[in-house]
């Protein structure tokens, strides 16, 4: 059984809401209201808790709440709502304005602005970067509550990877400060992410790239990425004070995620070492240079040697996958890469080609146990 049927309409409330719905019955005083056959949402009450039925689908919902009052102001906003739905965004903006002012002003280009306040170092730099995209024009002075799917369908159309990886950041960061009280796009309505492939730089590539660089200190900065692993600014901005000669270890910081690093080194690592200065900065030139600066020079390098589809992070997935070959146990080479998740470190070493040994092999290998003394 439904329960106890009440009609709004008749139900006494001090709510003005809940006198609201216009009827036949308050016009009239008729007791059959027009409404009462057009009425889309009916309210009855089962075990105490208030709930509503869809005339038209016949589905139930809890209210969630025991409250007539309450009750009858939610069905007839229901019911408003279905008798008015031009109406439903503009009564919606002003209740989300009353309780903030401000939201009728923000546009996207003060979201933005805002991301890359509370952002620092690098990745500040590369915010500033993303909302300087062309392709942010489209919507950078567009009012939050004025954006629709097709706005942001434009833009993703219009930019690249970098505009539908930025532009979903914004979105998440507006509706988590509550600027936005529904998402402008679905979910799966986002167009997929398509990185370019990217791939590690083989033992040949390096040892060409390291026979043809005449700097010096470009040359024991290819070698220090390719015995450590590190990111191009890790490297470039370490220091004497962080190579430890007794235990042969280099620990620093990571630039990006701020996690130490402790990786220990081995003679042709030392050698390359032994080249630089003792005190201040390894790279006293490299350290002052902007990361995008260090990577053209890199690029150079690899246009004069016809060597394509690779960047100076690609040294990162060759220590990666170097490492997985080699059988170095993961929670060791996420711990060099400098992530706390598995899942950076299996990414990094994803394309490593890793020969399974002979079981014959390793069976020959097992030592039989001694028998047990009685």
Same mark, same amino acid.
């Given at each position: 059984?439904?329960?106890?049927?009440?009609?709004?309409?008749?139900?006494?409330? %001090?709510?003005?809401?809940? @006198?609201?719905?216009?009827?036949?019955?308050? #016009?009239?005083?008729?007791?059959?209201?027009?409404?009462?056959?057009?009425?889309?949402?009916?309210?009855?009450? #089962?075990?105490?808790?208030?709930?509503?039925?869809?005339?038209?689908? #016949?589905?139930?919902?809890?209210?969630?709440?025991?409250?007539?009052?309450?009750?009858?102001?939610?069905?007839?906003?229901?019911?408003?709502?279905?008798?008015?739905?031009?109406?439903?965004?503009?009564?919606?903006? *002003?209740?989300?304005?009353?309780?903030?002012?401000?939201?009728?002003?923000?546009?996207? @280009?003060?979201?933005?602005? @805002?991301?890359?306040?509370?952002?620092?170092?690098?990745?500040?730099?590369?915010?500033?970067?993303?909302?300087?995209?062309?392709?942010?024009?489209?919507?950078?002075? #567009?009012?939050?509550?004025?954006?629709?799917?097709?706005?942001?369908?434009?833009?993703?159309?219009?930019?690249?990877?970098?505009?539908?990886?930025?532009?979903?950041?914004?979105?998440?960061?507006?509706?988590?400060?509550?600027?936005?009280?529904?998402?402008?796009?679905?979910?799966?309505?986002?167009?997929?992410?398509?990185?370019?492939?990217?791939?590690?730089?083989?033992?040949?590539?390096?040892?060409?790239?390291?026979?043809?660089?005449?700097?010096?200190?470009?040359?024991?900065?290819?070698?220090?990425?390719?015995?450590?692993?590190?990111?191009?600014?890790?490297?470039?901005?370490?220091?004497?004070?962080?190579?430890?000669?007794?235990?042969?270890?280099?620990?620093?910081?990571?630039?990006?995620?701020?996690?130490? *690093?402790?990786?220990?080194?081995?003679?042709?690592?030392?050698?390359?070492?032994?080249? /630089?200065?003792?005190?201040?900065?390894?790279?006293?030139?490299?350290?002052?240079?902007?990361?995008?600066?260090?990577?053209?020079?890199?690029?150079?390098? /690899?246009?004069? /040697?016809?060597?394509?589809? *690779?960047?100076?992070?690609?040294?990162?997935?060759?220590?990666?996958?170097?490492?997985?070959?080699?059988?170095?146990?993961?929670?060791?080479?996420?711990?060099?890469?400098?992530?706390?998740?598995?899942?950076?470190?299996?990414?990094?070493?994803?394309?490593?080609?890793?020969?399974? %040994?002979? /079981?014959?092999?390793?069976?020959?290998?097992?030592?039989?146990?001694?028998?047990?003394?009685?």
């Amino acid at each position: 059984m439904r329960g106890t049927t009440i009609r709004p309409q008749f139900a006494s409330t %001090p709510l003005k809401l809940a @006198q609201y719905s216009l009827t036949r019955c308050d #016009r009239t005083g008729s007791q059959f209201g027009e409404s009462d056959m057009k009425q889309r949402f009916i309210l009855f009450r #089962r075990a105490g808790v208030f709930y509503s039925e869809d005339t038209t689908t #016949r589905k139930q919902s809890s209210l969630r709440t025991k409250d007539q009052a309450e009750a009858i102001t939610l069905v007839n906003t229901k019911n408003e709502a279905t008798r008015q739905p031009a109406m439903n965004l503009q009564i919606a903006q *002003v209740y989300l304005q009353y309780g903030d002012p401000a939201l009728a002003a923000r546009t996207w @280009q003060h979201v933005m602005e @805002q991301i890359v306040s509370l952002k620092t170092g690098p990745t500040q730099e590369r915010w500033k970067h993303a909302a300087a995209d062309k392709a942010f024009d489209l919507i950078r002075n #567009r009012k939050l509550m004025e954006t629709g799917a097709e706005h942001f369908l434009t833009v993703l159309n219009s930019g690249s990877v970098s505009t539908n990886v930025y532009l979903r950041r914004a979105h998440n960061f507006a509706i988590g400060m509550h600027w936005l009280p529904w998402p402008v796009l679905p979910r799966l309505q986002w167009p997929l992410v398509k990185f370019k492939a990217k791939r590690a730089i083989t033992l040949d590539e390096h040892a060409r790239i390291i026979d043809r660089e005449k700097n010096p200190e470009l040359r024991a900065f290819y070698e220090l990425l390719w015995h450590l692993g590190g990111s191009q600014s890790d490297v470039a901005n370490l220091t004497a004070g962080d190579v430890h000669w007794p235990d042969r270890t280099i620990s620093f910081q990571r630039c990006k995620t701020k996690v130490p *690093v402790v990786i220990a080194f081995g003679e042709e690592a030392a050698a390359v070492l032994k080249t /630089l200065p003792r005190f201040g900065p390894l790279f006293p030139w490299l350290s002052g240079l902007h990361e995008k600066h260090r990577a053209k020079h890199f690029i150079k390098r /690899l246009a004069s /040697l016809d060597i394509a589809g *690779v960047s100076l992070h690609s040294y990162r997935y060759a220590w990666a996958e170097r490492a997985k070959v080699a059988g170095m146990p993961e929670r060791f080479a996420q711990q060099a890469l400098g992530h706390s998740s598995k899942a950076f470190a299996r990414a990094y070493s994803k394309n490593a080609k890793v020969i399974v %040994p002979s /079981l014959e092999e390793y069976e020959a290998k097992i030592l039989p146990m001694p028998a047990a003394i009685a």
